[in-house]
């Protein structure tokens, strides 16, 4: 049996009970060691094979997957935050399911949680934004040419953005060509959740700058929107006295 597990974002106690139950039982570990914060390996079994991924190709990968399969052992796939998110895990999938091997799925804390929290943030203020564009600049992966950052940003909505880091000038310029104005809110979360986590606000003109000044390249999220600095928003209907719900009559 093959697990994929969400390690979460980075702190060691925001993987899922079951996830870290499910690392306490394999016999075989492949985790994603350049996000994957190495702490969470301490739970496993003394015996436990352990694989770091982030030197390995994806037939490699496979590889170590199969041969557990043949031997009976159950093998845990740890990726970071969850996996669904840029995990790259239907390719894995696919291939279990052709050769018929049996696998689920564990989900974890996406890193754009993390970050959430990092700032004290709610992504989806009333009258400001309802919507999250969870997206990525085009680097040496491309992107469907119908989701530019440009094109989402006409929408106007909170946008995080994912493997962005190191393209925030072409980020502001696309944020900017889309729509948002220069003044728009916006952070960097530099390592949400673990120790060194950082946080900073700026504006959509001055990411590259902020970024710049504090020496941030890389394993950061970008957050755009207003919601950034708690905009002036509507109070919610849900708990107004005068909004009457399934269990609670208006007064």
Not at 18 to 30: H, N, P, T, Y
Not at 70 to 77: A, N, Q, S
Not at 118 to 136: D, F, G, K, M
Not at 218 to 233: C, E, F, N, P, Q
């Amino acid at each position: 049996m093959i697990h994929f597990v969400g390690a979460g974002p980075g702190a060691v106690d925001l993987i899922t009970v079951r996830g870290q139950k499910l690392l306490e039982e394999a016999d075989v570990v492949i985790y994603a060691g350049s996000l994957v914060n190495p702490g969470l390996l301490d739970c496993v079994r003394q015996d436990c094979m352990i694989y770091n991924s982030a030197k390995m190709t994806l037939e490699e990968v496979l590889e170590v997957m199969e041969q557990a399969e043949r031997e009976g052992k159950t093998t845990v796939r740890l990726h970071t935050g969850d996996p669904c998110l840029y995990g790259a895990i239907r390719e894995q999938m696919d291939w279990l399911e052709e050769q018929k091997i049996p696998y689920d799925s564990c989900p974890g804390v996406s890193s754009f949680c993390g970050a959430a929290a990092a700032l004290n943030l709610e992504y989806t203020l009333p009258e400001v934004s309802q919507s999250v564009v969870i997206t990525r600049m085009e680097g040496r992966t491309p992107v469907p040419e119908k989701e530019t950052v440009a094109s989402f940003a006409a929408h106007g909505a909170t946008m995080v953005l994912f493997l962005s880091t190191g393209l925030l000038e072409q980020l502001e310029r696309q944020l900017m060509e889309g729509g948002y104005p220069a003044d728009t809110p916006a952070a960097i979360v530099y390592k949400a959740t673990w120790p060194e986590e950082e946080t900073y606000i700026c504006t959509v003109s001055t990411l590259a700058e902020t970024a710049k000044e504090h020496r941030i390249t890389k394993t950061a999220l970008i957050i755009v929107g207003d919601v950034v600095t708690h905009h002036s928003y509507e109070r919610s209907k849900l708990y107004d006295p005068s909004f009457a719900t399934e269990f609670r009559e208006a007064k």
